[in-house]
Each structure stands twice: as structure tokens, then as C-alpha cells.
């Protein structure tokens, strides 16, 4: 099992930037790769940017150059560092971790909302 956390979701102008955070715990060592997804009103849930257990790492076309994954892996956490936000960044950040043993499964944090304003 594990656990997911996110946090650092809130209301920004356009052109701000906000950090997401996500905790995991539980059976870390079981993840395989670690990824963002947003869902904005209306709309279905997409992925935003992802990072693997070795560090590579791959994003939305609609991200690439203002959006930047990492991790920390002496704290368990992964973080979205978003940049030049703009209002149709607005929607419900999830945080996500795939496990491939004993089979593959996907975890999923409870959210964090981020909205920019024009």
C-alpha cells in the first residue's frame, strides 16, 4: 500500500508560479514511477508530467519549458514546479504512483486545487 499526499495547491495571477508537493509513504520502494495529472471542470482527468524511479522524467506538450518535476527522495516526495501560469492551468492537481510488484496498480492523493486568475 501506499500513501499519497499532495499539498501547496492555492489561487495565483496569472504569470505566478506555485510549487505542488506529494508525499508518499507506506511501501515507497514498491514505486515505480511517479506522475501529476489535472482535471479541470468539465473536463477529463490528463496527465501533466511524470518521473521514474531512475529520474527521467516526460511532460505535457502544454507544460514543456514552464512546468518541472523532481524528487527528493531522502523526503519521499515529488514536486511540480509551475511557472508562467496561465488561467487554463486552473484545475484539481493529482498526484499519482504506479507500483509494478506484486502486480501493477496506481495510487492516487486526494488533490489540490490551483487556480489562476486573468
Known amino acids: 500500500q501506499v500513501q499519497l499526499v499532495e499539498s501547496g495547491g492555492g489561487l495565483v495571477q496569472a504569470g505566478g508560479s506555485l510549487r505542488l508537493s506529494c508525499a508518499a509513504s507506506g511501501s515507497i520502494f514498491t514505486i515505480n514511477l511517479m506522475a501529476w495529472y489535472r482535471q479541470a471542470p468539465g473536463k477529463q482527468r490528463e496527465s501533466v508530467a511524470g518521473?521514474?524511479?531512475?529520474?527521467?522524467?516526460n511532460y505535457a506538450d502544454s507544460v514543456k519549458g514552464r512546468f518541472t518535476i523532481s524528487r527528493d527522495n531522502a523526503k519521499n516526495t515529488v514536486y511540480l514546479q509551475m511557472n508562467s501560469l496561465k488561467p487554463e492551468d486552473t484545475a484539481v492537481y493529482y498526484c499519482?504512483?504506479?507500483?509494478?510488484?506484486?502486480?501493477?496498480?496506481?495510487?492516487w492523493g486526494q488533490g489540490t486545487q490551483v487556480t489562476v486568475s486573468s
Open positions: 499519482s504512483a504506479v507500483t509494478i510488484k506484486p502486480t501493477i496498480h496506481t495510487y
Open positions: 518521473i521514474t524511479s531512475g529520474g527521467g522524467t
